[in-house]
């Protein structure tokens, strides 16, 4: 007799997809134009390296003459590289780079961290991170700061980032193309109702590929590390290689005035404190960061991975890149208006942060506390008194600021370089043969009145950027703060109607 057992099989079914969310409307022109902007922002940095350098001038000459511009000579005017596009990459720049990035990634996990949560999220819960930004910055700092006592201005840090700086870009432009392909391909693996609190973004989920490429389709997208921990892929990208980043570069270009003329000029001086000064206040003010828009709302996609590891580093720092071949002195009186500009900027933007920070945060903080606001059907506050009830993004106004001062010490900008020839009793470097065939060496002759004026695009470009950059963020904050808050937003509105600049915008 055969006695047959039935088995009873559990079976988990997994999880399906999450179903992306609806897009109302595109940004930035939608496909076409973040097409245009993806491949037209990295040729605008490329621009700005080459056509104002070291090797014939800023602008270059070719660019103030256009009617008699001829191709060969404008390769000459902006050094372009002997190997054509294959220059503007190296296999070093692109080692140092991902060491860079490397050793970011393992400080941030291994080093000791505070551990927070940042903002709910629109499914509920919040995420957990560590902040120990600044405590990196300090050993990077620390360790250029070691060297360059050791060998000055000469110190090897110094000297490649000077001689590097295309190749270098170009690591960085990579690393962000690849971030953001990463992004992309793995937010289709976000499931309904995952624990680890996974979240597609509204706005970048319209189905277009390269649209969704470049605004990001995941909130929050994070890596795991064996044995190390996870990397929040956005926070880590806003606030640690691109932000120390540009610190370096600055530095980097002061080393190199001071190898070229001897000296260190007030203005790049003033120029590089102001810009380490916002550098070190945004890393020890790391936890701010995790209220921000950015973090918030936006997805991780090419927007924010260039924006934060190519064009902030390598466009922020222009000014300084600028003063390192042509020294501008600006006395004591132009100096600290200057340095009273961005005192009151910093004021307004950091103190309107805070505020707005704590009040998010601590509810019960005393100095927030009898702050008026408007309660949302969405179970949020909105500030209506205080820094926030002068204008719905004051912050902004301290950053616009903030920007001019860093400009500002560069003045009427525009330099050309003219080769003259000396004669070998005057230098024994670059041996050169002279139209009577005695040797002699070559020299680059600073030429400030030919091209004053001319660069003022390249030197004051962080303000035009900028003004540009607050602008659109505001409007396209507001808009997303409308379908977010509906009817409340518009109450919200009548009482702060003020954009930035109160009683003007």
Known sequence: MTTEKRRTVSVVATPPPTPPPLLEEYEFGGPVGVTLLTVGLPLLCYFALFACNDVSGCPVPSL??????????????????KDGLAGLTSVSAMAWTLGYYGLSVLMQLVLPAEEVEGAELQTGGKLKYRLNAMTSAIIVLTAALVGTITEGANYGLWTYIWANQVQLMTANLMIAVGLATWAYVHSFSIRAGNAQRRELVAGACSGNMVYDWWMGRERNPRLTIPFLGTVDVKMFAEVRPGLLGWLLLDLAFVAHQYRAYGFVSDSILLVAGLQAFYVLDSLWMERAALTTNDITLDGFGFMLAFGDLVWLPFTYSLQARYLAVHPVQLGPARALAILGLQALGYYIFRAANNQKHRFRTQPRDPRTAHLASIRTAAGTRLLVSGWWGRARHINYLGDWLMAWATCL?????????TPVVLSSSTSSSSPLSTPDGSPAAAALVLDRSHARGWAIPFTYFYILFFTVLLVHRQRRDDRKCRRKYGADWDRYVQRVPWRIVPGVY
């Open 64 to 81: 103030l003459h256009p009617t008699r511009l001829r191709w060969g000579q404008l390769k000459r005017d902006v050094g372009w590289p």
């Open 409 to 417: 010490p560069t003045g009427l900008a525009g330099y050309l370089l």
